[in-house]
């Protein structure tokens, strides 16, 4: 981690997203804002973001961020065979990994997530009213670099950001 104040009781992260919704953002460039805004806090290398369709419950991919590229666009509908995305879909709770060699999703999750020197990573479901609408997912260089999400530690925020994708970004 790279900030000190992780050890204090009550740590936790505010994100303000309604500037960028006051200038009518889109949900990729929302979803770059928040990975810049980690990446001060924690070393990230990599992102995505993946939306669920709450019609037919499948997940797309819309965006990628990877050491500040970004990667805006997408719209790659996930396979749900051998899916590690959707089994944290399905069990509502934060997944993280610090061994990614044996990485326990498909080839394309693998592919949008880690990279060949990814040590450790995190799969966040954005949940809106109990429904999982997308998740948050990042990869580092570090070995157990979001240990801490496992404890809620961005928890408003991603709900915040569920909140934002359930109210203006209708998929």
């Known amino acids: 981690m790279k900030r000190d104040y992780f050890d204090e009781p009550g740590c936790s992260f505010n994100f303000d ?9 889109e949900l990729v460039d929302i979803f770059f804002e928040l990975t810049r805004y980690l990446k ?34 997408l719209a790659i509908n996930l396979p749900s065979e051998s899916s590690l995305f959707v089994r944290v879909v399905e069990g509502g709770r934060v997944y993280t990994e610090d ?18 020197s990814s040590q450790s ?6 949940r809106h009213e109990g429904k ?8 580092s260089e570090e070995p157990t670099a979001f240990s ?10 991603t709900g915040g950001l569920a909140q934002v994708i359930h109210q203006n970004f209708p998929q």
């Open 17 to 25: 997203f309604q500037p960028l919704l006051d200038k009518e953002v």
């Open 99 to 116: 061994f990614c060699e044996t990485f326990s999703g498909n080839f394309f999750e693998r592919k949008l997530l880690l990279d060949e």
């Open 40 to 73: 001060s806090h924690f070393y990230i290398n990599r992102g995505v973001l993946v939306l669920r369709d709450p019609d037919t419950e499948r997940l797309a991919a819309v965006s990628t961020w990877h050491n500040g590229n970004t990667r805006d666009g």
């Open 148 to 157: 801490v999400f496992e404890e809620g530690i961005l928890e408003h925020v």
């Open 132 to 139: 999982v609408v997308g998740l948050l997912g990042y990869s």
């Open 121 to 126: 990573f995190v799969l966040n479901p954005l």
